[in-house]
């Protein structure tokens, strides 16, 4: 600050002096005497300082969140600093505070352009004062010259008047139309910066430093990193368009120079409008350095991504206004910067570097622009940089580390976690493989991909794929290919040993559900299967945990058992399971071998004592409170359910096993014959309830069956048993509040889980009676309604893990019940039923946080409430006899499309995919039914009909888990059409007015057309034509429109009402396109 500040005042007196040199290194001797003598112009120091402050840029630490201008220029700078705070990673003194660090920077940059045009426009004039001395005539006084270097250093003065210039403008300027004209002049000090740094810096007390990618750098900074985001996308588009002179192209591409004359400036040809430039330029695409492209590009990327300022660009050309994408762009860029690092050098050190910094930056980037970056850079390794880089391995375990809190604290939507997941395996595929791995990064690298299966959220089959053949690759290639074979089969045995835990192992049963030691087991159970031979490696370490009984404290063999699940998980264990099924001459399934079988029966022994030891472990507690309770109740819960999606996972391993099946067969019989009697009396009250539910739960989880012969009474025992458990305490015994919560937690988990299998098993039982429909107007139907009544009531108590199978238990229950219409159920009792199960759906949805679930449960709902039997039974029941308060069906459609509204169009999608098929009736109704039911909602579907979805958000990939009912749309369906192309497709399958029920063509279909016309007629304000692209536009678009496809239905009846009111539209001043469908 002091140098710049006496440097402006004092220069212009000083700056035509000789002065001793000071070298640029800051060497503090005074002896200069034996240094030549130069101006400032030509000090080392001097240029050191001008550069050094000209880069400086920790103004621009905060760009204004949302997106909005946040000033800077024309303002006080030590208001702005205090506003905008600063950086303090650019050697400030330790007694400055934040808020003084970026008007300090600004100041210093301001400054130092200042000096530099003092010192440039002195040896400007001062060579043109020379030449003009001593300009003489003929050849011999333009070689002399030319042999003096007079004309290089002119050339050379004039670039730095003009970077002088640019720079000027681009740290001072807002206005679009005039930062814009800078480019063609920073093209061309790029190309002098290209060859210059190929030529080399040579030090010269006698000439000017030449322009290097360092000071194209702090001149680009000025405008990448701008105050004003529209400033900022505009210098990306131009620096990945190449208007900056860089080729950022992979085929260079030759363009016409300029001429070099004294034109510093170009004048603007339109005001705010951005016009399209020829590309490509001469300087190589590696000019541009690593921290260039991670610190400033991606930093100025990311900091309009998710604003108001968007990344698309409207350019000029040809008189016509485009639209391209920034994103595309710099995706382009990394992937030509990659490719063209990995040529550049035959050691790699720069891919290396940037490789390095790519994975040192996963916390500091949105996930939008980690991910633009993951996936360029990795098509990119892919396509021409094999094993031309290296990873530190400490890096790699960094980076694992940041990508798993950026997964866990959702900073990246899970439908884009694969993707960078398959992209992190690409990168680590094309590395230089490791030679001394060490095991612990190589696990924790492998923790980051969990199995594909039915348990968890289903990704895309392809992106899987190459996941698993890019880690294959990786694993395979490690210390000369032999590591892999060798080391997972002792990590497999030393992890059921205990001896590669992070942890101390403690007595508490909870431990067998650590996250750490899951991870762990998960991460060996894959490397074993990339290796290829799973089954060798994993069965001996399985054994060694469940060679014998075990019990529910063992530590071994609750390790074995993760290493059995997960291997089952990842369908990597044979032994006639996971697909290893033979069948016998009767086409029945042969049971694993008997050394399976005996493991397996171990396996189910652990699970089932672990199970009943959690009352030992509840009851034995410590006293908790406030976040404590809540914590242990969450921790309790996620233990029973992953005890039960253990045995789960075994018996769809090993379908044939009979140890599972006559273990959970048994189970399920003990489980019956104590809830059917009273357990008020028992000596550990409602902890031996809460265990008895949770192994009913676990045994019907793998298909546990009673005798056919006693089915159906034995399941209605069973659900009756468990509607009527309580947690009520044990009479002279108290228990610890934090037990109590977490009782209460496990109870409505197990409770509502076995409810959830038990009423399909039911409703199958029913089926297959004889007097199955006599049976259901009595017990089954009393039974159902107060699984029901009481599902309506628990919502608002049952932990969000018990959410799922209540949501299943209610609509398997509302599922029978509208069966049974047919059967001449009583209408009004179906319609109370399906208000109560409407109410509890919506409720749990409220509740329900994970997005895969939200969505599979709104299609579950959608599926039971728009069923054509029940839409049909509504209007006929209620519509008619004009009960409109009785309507819970079309009520759950009008709540549904008001939460979807704009902001959330798939739920609009789902809804309307769904009931647009039901108003169509089932498949034997006659042409007089069809479109009955659509009665009710004839003012929703002509709203519907000019609905518009807004653009689809990449980041709720789950929004499409209902495209595969898109299949009745035509394929060339746009995306913002969807919801209104659903209800077209209903309108176009209605028969011909001839054929249609009168009713149906009275009261939906020409209601339909009048309230649509209605719409159409509405006149523009003053007269003139309404604005392109505008709500009221489209909304017209879409009305005249869906009329042209409605034009069959205008029968005698409306026809002269249509046709006055379509007359007098076109009477109104309208745009083309909507003329186009107005004369259709």
């Known amino acids: 600050m002091t140098a710049t500040a006496i440097l402006c005042i004092l220069l212009p007196s000083f700056r035509g002096i000789e002065l001793p040199t000071v070298p640029a290194t800051g060497d503090n001797n005074d002896d200069h005497a034996s240094s030549p003598l130069c101006r400032p112009v030509f000090q080392p120091s001097v240029w050191a300082l001008i550069r050094q402050s000209l880069k400086r840029c920790g103004d621009t630490d905060s760009f204004g969140g949302d997106g909005g201008d946040s000033g800077g220029r024309g303002t006080s ?127 010269s007390t006698n000439d000017l430093p030449p322009i290097v990618w360092e000071d194209i750098a702090s001149l680009l900074c000025r405008v990448l990193l701008s105050d004003a985001p529209t400033l900022r996308k505009l210098g990306l588009y131009r620096f990945l368009c190449g208007d900056s002179g860089i080729q950022v192209s992979s085929v260079a591409t030759e363009e016409d120079q300029d001429d070099n004359g004294r034109t510093f400036m170009r004048k603007a040809e339109s005001k705010c409008k951005v016009k399209k430039k020829s590309g490509g330029a001469s300087v190589p695409i590696t000019t541009v350095s690593v921290s260039f492209v991670l610190d400033i590009v991606m930093r100025s990327y990311d900091s309009i991504v998710g604003t108001k300022v968007g990344t698309n660009m409207q350019i000029d050309e040809g ?85 798993l809190s950026t ?19 690409s990168m680590l595929k094309n590395a230089v493989p490791w030679t001394r791995p060490d095991a612990s990064i190589v696990l924790d690298v492998l923790s980051l991909y969990p199995p594909q299966d039915d348990l968890v959220d289903n990704t895309d089959n392809e992106t899987h794929s190459l996941t698993r053949s890019a880690l294959a690759t990786w694993i395979l290639g490690l210390g000369d290919g032999q590591w892999a074979n060798n080391a997972a089969p002792v990590c497999a045995s030393a992890y059921v040993m205990g001896e590669m835990l992070p942890f101390n192992e403690k007595i508490d049963i909870l431990s067998g559900v650590n996250t750490l030691e899951r991870t762990l087991g998960m991460a060996i159970s894959l490397l074993c299967t990339l290796t290829g031979n799973a089954s060798e490696m994993l069965w001996p370490a399985i054994f060694k945990g469940l060679q014998k009984p075990p019990s529910a404290s063992s530590h071994k063999a609750i390790r074995s058992m993760i290493l059995l699940e997960w291997g089952c998980r990842e369908e990597a264990l044979s032994g006639m399971g ?32 672990q199970v009943t030891e959690i009352k030992t472990s509840l009851g034995g507690r410590a006293e908790k409170s406030g976040a404590t309770r809540s914590q242990a109740s969450g921790q309790a819960s996620s233990y029973i359910y992953t005890l039960i999606n253990q045995i789960r996972v075994l018996h769809l391993s090993f379908p044939s096993s009979s140890s599972i099946s006559l273990a959970v067969n048994a189970m399920l019989e003990r489980c019956a014959d104590s809830l059917k009697q009273s357990n008020s009396d028992e000596s550990d009250g409602p902890i031996e309830t809460v265990v008895t539910l949770t192994l009913c739960y676990a045994s019907l989880s793998c298909d546990a069956k009673f005798e056919d012969a006693k089915e159906l009474e034995q399941l209605l025992s069973i659900c009756e048993a468990i509607m009527t458990c309580e947690l009520s305490q044990a009479k002279g015994k108290s228990m610890r509040r934090d037990a109590v919560q977490a009782l209460r937690s496990i109870f409505h988990y197990a409770k509502w889980g076995s409810l959830s299998l038990i009423v399909p098993m039911i409703n199958e039982a029913a089926r297959k009676q004889p007097g199955g429909a006599e049976l259901a107007s009595g017990s089954i139907q009393q039974i159902y309604e107060k699984i029901l009544t009481s599902a309506n009531e628990a919502v608002d108590s049952t932990p969000v893990i018990a959410l799922p199978p209540l949501f299943a238990c209610t609509t398997s229950c509302g599922e029978y019940l509208v069966e049974l219409e047919d059967a001449g159920a009583n209408g009004t009792s179906l319609l109370s039923s399906i208000k109560v199960i409407s109410e509890t759906l919506f409720a749990v949805l409220k509740e329900e946080t994970a997005s895969s679930t939200w969505m599979h449960m709104l299609s579950s709902m959608c599926n039971l409430l728009f069923s054509p039997k029940l839409l049909l039974h509504e209007y006929q029941n209620s519509y008619v006899d004009g009960d409109r308060d009785n309507m ?52 929703n579907i002509a709203e519907l009909l000019v609905y518009k979805e807004p653009k689809f958000d990449e980041s709720s990939a789950n929004q499409n888990s209902t495209k595969d009912r898109h299949g009745i749309l035509p394929q060339t369906t746009d995306g913002s059409s969807i919801t209104r192309a659903f209800i077209l497709s209903f309108l176009s399958k209605l028969p011909s007015p001839e054929n249609m029920s009168d009713v149906v063509l009275k009261e939906l279909v020409h209601h339909i057309i009048l309230k649509l016309i209605d719409a159409c007629c509405l006149p523009p304000a003053k007269g003139k034509p309404f604005i392109t692209g505008s709500e009221e536009y489209s909304k017209m678009m879409r009305s005249w429109q869906a009329l042209c496809l409605l034009s069959r239905f205008v029968t005698s009846d409306i026809a002269n009402e249509v046709a006055q009111k379509v007359f007098k539209a076109m009477s109104n001043l309208s745009h083309g396109q909507i003329r186009y469908f107005m004369e259709w």
């Open 578 to 609: 996971n697909g290893d099924i033979v069948t016998d001459k009767q086409n029945c399934m042969l049971p694993p071998p008997p050394n399976v079988e005996f493991l397996l029966n171990h396996a189910v022994q652990l699970l089932m004592s």
């Open 407 to 425: 997964f866990s604290s959702g900073g990246a939507p899970r439908s884009l976690q694969e993707g960078l997941r398959q992209d992190l395996s």
């Open 319 to 403: 008189g016509q206004q485009k639209s391209e994408k920034v994103a595309d762009l710099l995706s382009e860029f990394l992937s030509n910067y990659v490719i063209a690092l990995a040529a550049s050098s035959e050691d790699g050190s720069e891919l290396s570097q940037f490789m390095t910094r790519i994975l040192a930056v996963i916390t500091t980037l949105k996930w939008r622009s980690l991910v633009l970056l993951f996936r360029a850079v990795a098509t990119a390794v892919d396509q021409s940089a094999s094993q031309k880089y290296t990873l530190e391995q400490e890096t790699v375990r960094a980076a694992i580390k940041d990508m």
């Open 77 to 203: 700078l030590l208001s702005r600093g205090a506003r905008d705070g600063g950086s303090s990673t650019f050697g400030y003194d330790d007694d400055v505070s934040t808020y003084d660090r970026a008007a300090i920077d600004q100041l210093l940059r301001r400054r130092s352009a200042h000096i530099l045009r003092l010192l440039i426009e002195y040896e400007r004039d001062s060579l043109l004062r020379n030449g003009s001395k001593k300009k003489g005539k003929g050849k011999g006084r333009q070689g002399k010259d030319r042999q003096d270097g007079r004309i290089d250093k002119q050339k050379r003065a004039e670039m730095w008047m003009k970077y002088v210039l640019c720079f000027e403008m681009l740290e001072m300027e807002i206005e679009i139309h005039l930062v814009d004209q800078v480019w063609t002049t920073v093209k061309e000090l790029s190309s002098e910066a290209s060859m210059n740094n190929l030529e080399g810096v040579k030090d």
């Open 888 to 939: 819970p069906v079309m009520e759950s459609f009008e709540k549904l499309i008001e939460m979807g509204s704009a902001l959330k169009p798939h739920i609009n999608i789902v809804a309307v995919s769904y009931i647009s098929v039901a108003w169509l009736g089932s498949k034997d109704s006659s042409d007089q039914d069809v479109g009955l039911a659509a009665i009710p909602y004839r003012d």
